[in-house]
């Protein structure tokens, strides 16, 4: 199985993939694994429009301590991505942006902001939940999606059983 979802997703090696409950727990997973893989970073960039698995996390997390940076979005509920990268610090852990809004239909431009993100700093874990994305889009991991650090996603979405999430960890 790993086999497949890493060939569907062009990952480089099937180990990189790892199968969770739902994409919820994968999102989790992806969040709390980054801040405990690097403490000295408490800085959390996310926007106001992702799932609740983020969003609701996010905001425990900022009353728990953390500094979280909430993206909002304009009219269309394309990003602010000028007031993305102003909100970049030294201290950046996570950047945690869903690939496509399932109540919008928006696309973010995730290859663009990952790319971006890496060159300002390589060290910050961009993370993306591309729950609505998969299966309707084609995601390279090895070209398109190359800056990518973290990949939720939902069994469900395309065409798998409910109660199956996963996530893309690049080694």
Known sequence: ARRIVAEFLRASDPSEIAFTSCATESNNWAIFGALRANKSRRHIITSTVEHPSVLETSK????????????EVNKNGGLDIDYLFDSIRGDTNIISLMAA??????????????ESVKQRDPNIIFHTDATQY????PI??????????LLSFSGHKIHGPKGI???????
């Open 140 to 149: 390279n991991l090895q070209d398109d999606f190359q800056f990518i650090d």
């Open 165 to 171: 999430g996963g996530i893309f960890i690049r080694e």
């Open 101 to 114: 809004n399932n109540e919008t239909g928006v696309i973010f431009p995730i290859r663009e902001l990952s």
């Open 134 to 137: 998969i299966g309707k889009l």
């Open 60 to 71: 425990t997390l900022n009353n728990d301590g953390y500094d979280v940076t909430f993206i």
